[in-house]
């Protein structure tokens, strides 16, 4: 496994007066995909917002490429190279398709070379590309959610629940889009409930449950191992084999 790009240790997060963070632990590979899994409600999206600074650490260190970023500024974290795709979305309804690219590209106009690449895997936003994002699909939202995040190389993007909703076709677009990000050496944790998804993508896993990560390994090994699957996802044999 290659060293690890993105490691927790020990992480907790208090949101107001809840507790939901319990010491996370796990490593990002650099250039491989960390799958995020776990029931609802066990913490993962508490996870990427607390990497993302969004909500912050009340202990424990995160460390990006060696250097620990917990108590970093949103937009410090995101300068350092880090990308985020929210469930939410987070697109402005009201700019257009490539006014939201646009305002994602940090260091100007996007390459052309980049956006044919990214019109490659999510065609409807070159097909709308003058249009209101309101206008969109909650698939093509999550097409441009996506293409924001990869307007421009990152060295690492959090992506929370992107099938959600999605038609297969969508799904098989966006399996061949994270394949090629990792070709280019992009590292990617993925929070998903798709266990297929899951196992199409996925290098390493880790399994929260309760604000803890209570399994970590390959996604080869979860997906082999279907006692495995039931007793720390609640999946069964059927779903687990389909």
């Known amino acids: 496994m290659a060293a ?7 992480v907790h997060t208090h949101i107001g007066h809840y507790h939901i963070l ?3 632990d796990f490593a990002a590979p650099a250039g491989r995909l960390t799958m995020l899994l776990g029931r609802n409600g066990a913490g993962k999206t508490t996870t990427l917002r607390t990497i993302m600074g969004l909500w912050r650490a009340s202990a424990g260190a995160i460390r990006f490429e060696g250097r620990d970023i917990a108590a ?7 300068r350092a190279g880090i990308a985020y795709v929210p469930e939410s979305m987070g697109i402005f309804a009201d ?24 019109f490659g895997f999510f065609p409807a936003l070159s097909t709308f590309w003058s249009a209101p994002a309101g206008v969109l699909s909650g698939g093509q939202k999550q097409m441009l959610a ?7 190389p990152r060295r690492l993007i959090l992506i929370d629940e992107p099938t959600k909703g999605l038609a297969p076709a969508i799904v098989g677009n966006m399996i061949e889009a994270f394949r090629a990000l990792k ?16 196992r199409a993508l996925g290098d390493s896993v880790a399994v929260m449950d309760d604000g803890r990560v209570v399994h970590t390994g390959t996604m080869a090994e979860l997906s082999a191992d279907e006692a495995l699957q039931q007793r720390l996802l609640g999946l069964g044999a059927a779903i687990a084999r389909s």
């Open 4 to 10: 690890p790009l993105l490691t927790l240790e020990a």
């Open 22 to 24: 319990h010491g996370v």
């Open 72 to 78: 970093l500024p949103t937009p410090d974290i995101a």
């Open 95 to 118: 700019l257009t398709v490539r006014e939201n690219m646009l305002l994602a590209a940090r260091s100007g106009p996007p390459d052309e070379a980049r956006l044919d690449w990214i």
């Open 146 to 152: 996506i293409g924001r995040a990869i307007i421009e």
């Open 183 to 198: 070709r280019q050496n992009t590292t990617i944790v993925l929070v998903e409930q798709n266990f297929e998804f899951a």
